[in-house]
């Protein structure tokens, strides 16, 4: 499916922006991705070490390597489901409005839309090392309602997304007060 | 009194596994083409995840494929409660 189809593309609008998690917020699912899937192979060195005869008995032999392959699909598996959670937080920025769309776990997504002319407030919070360093933060959009904002959780560049969003907003401010006029 | 399975009720157990994980990585995978997110990312991560997979199956197969799956394992035996006398523990 096209991103045009997926968030009903108007046909005067562009996407600018699709925006998604820092990459770097993966790496420490992938490190512990590699440490589970190592389990196995110390479980296996330590066993074979300890009791050699459980790897070789003729019952047992069978029933561990069912077991082991099992749990490193599982792993797969897992890593899989954390990679979709990861990739599908996307944050869509067009030329009349912000997309949130939230993967909050497989079966379940929800989807949030602000228009850019009710844009009242941008702050980006960036906190720790990590996010100095790599550039990433949370950029909290905020509406004059108070029950309607979007947060970009762990956005790259923060502070130029903000400053783009603040540009686009009056943009679309300035196009709908002509509307009005008109 | 004792009870034995034979082990190849182990090897349904797995392809039971192997059917919800089929299941779970479609779903997955489904979601990503529905979500219009299938670029070289996501494309790179299902590839090595499905290369795996296969791998780790054609594996687990290879190091099975000799085994003789009507072997019993005893899981209850009355004769662990009981010494080698017979006298009960």
Request: overall charge negative.
């Amino acid at each position: 499916m096209h991103l045009g189809e997926f968030i009903n593309q108007k046909s005067y609008e562009h996407i600018i922006y699709r925006i998604r998690r820092h990459p770097i917020t993966f790496i420490p699912i992938v490190f512990m991705f590699l440490i589970l899937l190592l389990v196995p192979f110390i479980v296996y060195i330590i066993i074979g070490t300890l009791f050699p005869e459980i790897m070789t008995g003729p019952r047992t032999y069978p029933l561990l390597l069912l077991l082991g392959s099992t749990y490193i699909l599982t792993m797969f598996l897992f890593f899989y489901v954390r990679f979709i959670d990861y990739y599908l937080d996307l944050w869509i920025v067009t030329n009349d409005r912000i997309i949130d769309i939230e993967q909050n776990n497989l079966f379940s997504r929800s989807i949030t839309e602000l228009d850019l002319f009710r844009i009242q407030d941008v702050t980006i919070e960036m906190h720790g090392l990590f996010s100095t360093l790599f550039d990433y933060g949370n950029i909290t959009v905020k509406t004059a309602s108070s029950n309607s904002h979007i947060i970009f959780t762990a956005a790259p560049h923060p502070n130029m997304i903000r400053e783009e969003l603040i540009k686009l907003s009056n943009e679309d401010r300035k196009y709908h007060a002509g509307q009005e006029e008109e | 009194m004792s009870i034995a399975i034979p082990l190849y009720i182990f090897l349904f157990v797995y392809l039971i596994f192997i059917a919800v994980f089929l299941a779970f990585s479609i779903i997955n995978f489904y979601h990503i083409v529905v979500a219009a997110s299938f670029t070289i990312v996501s494309f790179t991560i299902s590839f090595f995840i499905f290369a795996l997979t296969l791998l780790t199956l054609y594996l687990t197969y290879t190091l099975l494929v000799d085994i003789n799956w009507q072997q019993t394992l005893l899981v209850f035996d009355t004769g662990w409660f009981t010494g080698p006398s017979g006298t009960s523990f």
